[in-house]
């Protein structure tokens, strides 16, 4: 089957800019999560979806951040202005069951330097 | 608060050498405990789900145990291939991750 769908790889913005990520789940993924990865830490989650509707985004800073999956399947996420401490790694992951012991499976990222 | 401490942060081993990496975990209500595997430009790929106390799991030269406090990824006879970030995350309210271990296996 194929992966988590991520893009663009990597983004170099300055601050104060807007920026944003897109990502394709795997088919039938019904849950779909963005997770927010900095250097030499674990990943933090953003928000989390079921189909197209919000089920966690307590985590999320929403006067800068939002995101959107529009029709259940694809998401984005957007950043809005941009500041140095989101330099970090993206990742989107899905997985086949909301039950909370459901693995997840990422994509490869979207490396954002902020400068 | 849930809280995840994976320790050491970073272990290298010859070729063949066997060592553990520990997770140790504070959780209110456990409903899993998961342990990922990351390279470097790479997202997590999952490796293992634990949900209760003396379970076990194996996957080639990985096992993973579980306490009531504290999980365990024991390498056996290590290859430079299982060089790598080892995440461990625990479900309660939240899915919660440590910062992982990473591992270098040298020829």
């Known amino acids: 089957e194929a992966g988590v769908a991520q893009s663009p790889r990597y983004k170099i913005i300055e601050k104060r800019q807007s920026v944003a990520f897109w990502c394709n789940p795997i088919?039938?993924?019904?849950?779909l999560y963005w997770y927010q990865q900095i250097l030499g830490q674990g990943p933090k989650l953003l928000i989390q979806?079921?189909?197209?509707?919000?089920?966690?985004d307590s985590q999320l800073p929403k006067d800068r951040f939002s995101a959107e999956r529009l029709k259940g399947v694809d998401s984005t996420l957007k950043i809005q202005p941009a500041k140095l401490e989101d330099s970090a790694v993206y990742l989107c992951?899905?997985?086949?069951?909301?039950?909370?012991?459901?693995?997840?499976?990422f994509g490869n990222g979207t490396r954002l330097t902020v400068t | 608060e849930d809280q995840v401490t994976q320790s050491p942060e970073a272990l290298r081993l010859q070729e063949g050498e066997s060592s553990s990496l520990n997770c140790s975990y504070t959780?209110?209500?456990?409903?899993?405990l998961f342990w990922y595997r990351q390279d470097p430009g790479k997202g997590p790929e999952f490796l293992f789900t634990?949900?209760?106390a003396g379970e076990e799991k194996e996957k080639e030269r990985l096992k993973a145990t579980l306490t009531k406090k504290e999980s365990f990824l024991h390498i056996t006879a290590p290859k430079p291939e299982d060089s790598a970030t080892y995440l461990c995350?625990?479900?309660?309210?939240?899915?919660?991750f440590g910062a992982g271990t990473t591992v270098t296996v040298r020829a």
């Open positions: 979806f079921q189909n197209n509707g919000v089920v966690d």
């Open positions: 088919s039938g993924h019904a849950t």
């Open positions: 992951a899905s997985s086949l069951s909301s039950r909370q012991d459901s693995p997840l499976h």
């Open positions: 634990l949900y209760s």
């Open positions: 995350a625990v479900q309660g309210g939240k899915l919660s």
């Open positions: 959780v209110s209500g456990l409903r899993g």
